[in-house]
Nanobody, 120 residues
């Protein structure tokens, strides 16, 4: 079992920056692929960024490439999302996700989310 708690959201003007954190409790954090998703009202949840278990590989949604950076610190059981050059269309609830497959069983956990609001 993994519990995920996001923090760092808030209200920011367009062009500003925020850094989201997701603290994980439980076992084997370093075995999980970690991701940040977002969901705006009336829209489907979408993947923003993901990072492999050891942090060697990342991928991003086209809409955030060059502006957002995902990273992780396995010693602190924490994953981060640095968001720069924020746009009003980045406004959404941002959710942390932990995902691993072990012995043909998939384990997926979600945090409660943190709200990001970007004003124009």
């Amino acid at each position: 079992q993994v519990q995920l708690v996001e923090s760092g959201g808030g209200l920011v003007q367009a062009g500003g920056s925020l850094r989201l954190s997701c603290a994980a409790s439980g076992r084997s954090f370093s075995r999980y692929v970690m991701g940040w998703f977002r969901q705006a009202p009336g829209k489907e949840r979408e993947l923003v960024a993901a990072i492999t278990s050891a942090g060697g590989s990342t991928n991003y949604a086209d809409s955030v490439k060059g502006r957002f950076t995902i990273s992780r610190d396995n010693a602190k059981n924490t994953v981060y999302l640095q968001m720069n050059s924020l746009k009003p269309e980045d406004t959404a609830a941002y959710l942390c996700n932990a995902d691993k497959r072990e012995y043909a069983v998939r384990y997926i956990y979600w945090g409660q989310g943190t709200q990001v609001t970007v004003s124009s």
